[in-house]
């Protein structure tokens, strides 16, 4: 289980430390600054979960200090702050903080609002992390993609016109790359018959390469293996 690292930036050290023993009571790991300057600090040598940041401090006030952090990081800021006007309020969501919590407050009310932005903190990193599946249709191998479902391809930007025959060799070898097919799979994998005469594989194959190499002669994508038969090439 993960362990929440807390960044504690307070200049009244009184306040500092008893903030720090309600959030080690519940096992979040706390680091202490008195100043934004110092907070800033802690923040380039340490994995930071979570930021607590008093407004009103020397050398760096909390609201510069903020707009800094913003600047490369996207973890959820509470500020602490003995003005309850509204217009520092929204001066410091605007900045970037995530809540605003007004002295005096109590511990536990301090502790509900630390898990409930820790909460949601959690949750935009995990959407942010799920990578959406690519679609399984679209095959592509260095510059040439095939897809399956519009039956298109394009080789190097540029569209190419395949016959269905030759789409159907193209995509056999484009889903498996870096495998050798000889001519007798390919025609019973695509013609879905018995092989009896490969010469037509060969044809095919020939000018499924005129359409997509841009030297035929030296082709990148599709390639003999003399013997053996054909496959489309893996690409770095």
Known sequence: MEVNRILLVEDDKEIREGIEIFLKSQNYIVFQA??????????DKEEIHLAIVDVMMPRMDGITMVARLRERSDIPVIF???????????????????DYITKPFTPME???????????????????NVRL?????????GGLEVN???????????????????????????????RVFSAEEIYERVWNERAVNTDTVMVHVRNIREKIEVNPKEPKYLKVVWG?????????
């Open 148 to 178: 399956e479902e519009t039956v298109e391809a394009v080789a190097d930007g540029t569209p190419v016109r395949l016959t269905p025959i030759e789409f159907k060799i193209l995509l056999l070898l484009v889903k498996n790359p870096g």
């Open 34 to 43: 008195g100043d934004g300057i110092e907070g800033l600090e802690i923040l």
């Open 110 to 128: 301090l502790l509900a609002r630390v898990a409930s932005q820790l909460r949601r903190y959690k949750r935009f990193m995990e959407r942010l």
């Open 228 to 236: 053996v038969g054909y496959k489309i090439e893996k690409q770095a």
């Open 133 to 141: 599946p690519e679609n399984p249709a679209v095959h592509r191998i």
């Open 80 to 98: 602490l702050s003995a003005k309850s006007e509204e217009v520092d309020k929204i001066l410091g969501l605007n900045i970037g903080a995530d």
